[in-house]
């Protein structure tokens, strides 16, 4: 240990900046972040480690630890008899990763806060979630738990059975996390992307929208390789799950109607009841397919989804510098909260977001405006969560223009009018907490939505996103070495990058670039793509680990291949080492991309619908990009507006400077010797803006009209 006295003495996460660490720092409990101190106090006093991992805005975590943590009796037994770890799983995913395997293989289900019990070594031998204080609904009262495990580990017959379990687990965990396939298949082929196509639709829930007859997640990832499916088909049924499953986040309770933004998920199978916390990862990856649905319908709700989006972020989720974010917690104190008679204020889940029809009055002036507001938003007496209500739209403006007598026009000027009253009356109760956390990976995913925005809806959108980009390149980049560090509070710099963080970066800044232009974005891409291959992709093993080479050495070094509440950061980084090949003269980046795509082919086969990510990667290999060079020194306004409105998923922008000349500099920003195939001989002709489309290894001839060039394209298919 790094002193003579035993940091586990005390609590320590008063020393951290995690607002999740913090808020246990006055808990009874000696909690210990996850360091070599704390672990090595584990191996001197020759106890168990308990291993308790949520995040901030974790609903269940705050129970877990008002029931538990904040119990003397229960921090005696913690502090006396184990060495009590706290660990936030946004800050360390890699951890998260190792432990909820075990817990989803030995219980069959997963969750936060999840609770490990683990040798000295690390070793899991008994896992679960929440734990309630006394015995209820099959399982067991955590005082009295912890009393038979600390019973048991001070048995040496019972000790020596709890260490071969926690062996028998590492291996579980190896097998589940880090193994690889002894021989390489197939890059799996188009039938993969069908077959995950077929299955969607099978599991769809046709009444409903989305997937799944109990809580609705979002599944942006499905949905992407739905969209790319129906371009390539027209299948109309595709197209139909689609727009049900956007239709209902957009309608219903998942979407804040009021703010913008989106909640986690819904509890309920109708998209109605939220838990209420908002995530920066969601309100990156919806708005991006949602755009995706106005492109390929014309929608114009779906527009307006993304835009209010976009303007909660921009309002409730931005660094003042510029970075994003992380979450906005579910639980806040009610605006009629009472307080208790040690005078603490009762928070409450969802109380910022809950309307009754009094409150909708007191805000709108209106009383006509107010009843409208009510009927659109389903607002009752009754509610649909608690007695109160979570807004969702449940009456259309043509039924309510009939019920009112007035215009449509009027109606929506009305109730734009209201929504915007609430808005300022909602402004005034108490906010839910804030995470501010910056982590890298999010960064990258909220930069690519605001750069597709700038694509689609308004090109002003490229400024937060540039923002955000210098934000982290200032505060998380490593130029000279080329690493990246995750997470940023208050100048406060930590933890090694993950994969996740790299390509969810590195897929934003090339995003980016596509949108404006800039070759430092570009430039910023590619060094990270060097970085990923350097760190993560193993030749032996012929995949891309999570954690980095040079980073601490875990039970087991996990991959992440499949899609869960973001994308499969393998998945990721596949779609853009193949994109990013297009700018090198090497091929590197494609093999890398093909061996994983090899290695990994059986699995996506056999799941493609958990393995979505890298579902669109293998089309994307197996079919290439669409190449748009845009030979332009500004790019035309009909060009923006033919790229607004066309839905391209397999679309990779390739802006270059309009002479030959001026693409010198670029090469010499970007490291380069030699002029990269996807610019090379396609300056502009005529001098005027010129675009070359490329697909299968044939281009368009040169073209001053987009559209033309796009027509070739679909020609080509």
């Not at 750069?451 to 959108?461: I, K, P, Q, T």
């Not at 690493?483 to 390509?503: F, M, N, Q, S, W």
């Not at 996990?558 to 596949?574: F, I, Y």
Request: hydrophobic letters at 35%; proline letters at 6%.
């Amino acid at each position: 240990m790094s002193t003579d006295t035993d940091p586990t003495e005390r609590n320590r996460l008063d020393e951290e900046e995690s607002p999740y660490l913090r808020q246990h720092a006055d808990n009874p409990v000696n909690w210990q972040p996850w360091d070599d101190d704390a672990l090595e106090a584990a191996r001197e006093r020759t106890v168990p480690i308990f291993l308790s991992i949520g995040y901030s805005a974790c609903h269940w975590c705050h129970v877990m630890e008002s029931e538990n943590f904040a119990d003397p009796e229960v921090a005696e037994i913690l502090n006396e008899k184990f060495v009590p770890i706290k660990v936030d799983r946004e800050e360390r995913p890699d951890l998260d990763s190792v432990y909820m395997s075990i817990c989803q293989q030995v219980t069959g289900r997963g969750g936060w806060p999840l609770s490990a019990w683990l040798t000295p070594d690390g070793e899991p031998f008994y896992v679960g979630t929440y734990f309630p204080p006394e015995e209820r609904r099959g399982m067991p009262g955590f005082n009295s738990l912890l009393e038979d495990i600390a019973n048991s580990w001070s048995d040496p017959e019972q000790r020596e059975e709890m260490e071969n379990r926690a062996r028998q687990w590492t291996d579980a965990i190896e097998s589940d996390l880090s193994s690889v396939p002894s021989q390489q298949g197939d890059v799996p082929g188009e039938g993969a992307l069908e077959t995950a196509v077929d299955t969607a639709l099978r599991g769809a829930d046709r009444e409903h929208g989305g997937w799944g007859n109990g809580p609705k997640f979002p599944q942006p990832g499905r949905l992407h390789f739905l969209l790319r499916s129906y371009d390539r088909s027209g299948r109309e049924q595709v197209r139909d799950v689609v727009t049900e499953t956007l239709d209902a986040m957009g309608t219903g309770g998942l979407f804040d109607h009021v703010g913008g933004g989106f909640h986690r998920y819904c509890t309920d199978k109708e998209w109605v009841v939220p838990h209420f916390e908002k995530m920066l990862y969601d309100n990156a990856e919806l708005p991006r397919v949602f755009l995706a649905g106005y492109q390929l319908t014309g929608t114009e709700r779906y527009a307006t989804v993304a835009r209010e989006t976009f303007e909660f972020v921009g309002r409730e989720l931005t660094h003042d510098d510029g970075g994003f974010f992380s979450t906005l917690d579910a639980q806040s104190v009610p605006p009629e909260s009472e307080t208790t008679d040690d005078g603490h204020e009762e928070a409450q889940e969802g109380a910022f977001f809950v309307w009754t029809p009094e409150a909708v009055h007191e805000a709108v002036d209106d009383a006509t405006t107010a009843d409208l507001l009510c009927d659109r938003f389903g607002v009752t007496d009754r509610g649909n969560f608690e007695g109160k209500t979570v807004l969702t739209i449940s009456a259309t403006v043509e039924e309510l223009a009939e019920e009112y007598d007035l215009a449509p026009s009027e109606v929506e000027k009305r109730i734009e009018s209201g929504r915007q009253q609430a808005f300022e009356a909602r402004e005034q109760r108490p906010h839910p907490a804030r995470d501010e956390k910056v982590l890298a990976g999010w960064n990258g995913l909220m930069i690519g939505a605001f750069a597709e925005g700038a694509h689609v809806l308004d090109r002003e959108y490229a400024d937060p996103a540039a923002d955000a980009l210098a934000f982290v390149r200032e505060h998380l980049w490593d130029e000279d070495d080329e690493r990246l560090t995750r997470r940023y509070k208050d100048g406060d710099v930590r933890i090694d990058g993950y994969l996740e963080d790299y390509a969810f970066l590195a897929r934003g800044a090339l995003t980016l670039f596509g949108a404006t232009g800039t070759v430092d974005h570009l430039a910023f891409a590619l060094a990270l793509a060097r970085a990923m291959e350097r760190e993560f992709w193993d030749e032996d093993d012929a995949t891309l680990y999570f954690t980095p080479s040079s980073g601490e050495s875990l039970v087991a070094r996990p991959q992440e291949l499949t899609d869960q509440s973001t994308p499969s950061s393998s998945g990721v980084a596949v779609q853009v080492f193949l994109s990013l090949s297009a700018f090198v003269p090497h091929e590197r980046f494609e093999e890398i991309a093909r061996d994983v795509l090899e290695t990994h082919g059986k699995e996506i086969e056999a799941n493609p619908m958990q393995h979505a990510s890298l579902v669109i990667a293998a089309d994307q290999y197996a079919n290439g990009d669409l190449e748009l060079t845009l030979a332009a020194d500004e790019l035309p306004e009909e060009w923006a507006d033919t790229l607004a409105t066309t839905y391209l998923p397999d679309r990779l922008l390739a802006p270059r400077p309009a002479s030959d000349d001026d693409l010198d500099a670029w090469l010499d920003t970007l490291g380069l010797d030699e002029t990269p195939p996807v610019w090379a001989d396609r300056s502009h002709r005529d001098d005027e803006p010129t675009v070359y489309a490329c697909r299968n290894f044939a281009c368009s001839p040169p073209e001053h009209d987009l559209q033309a060039a796009l027509d070739w394209a679909d020609e080509q298919r």
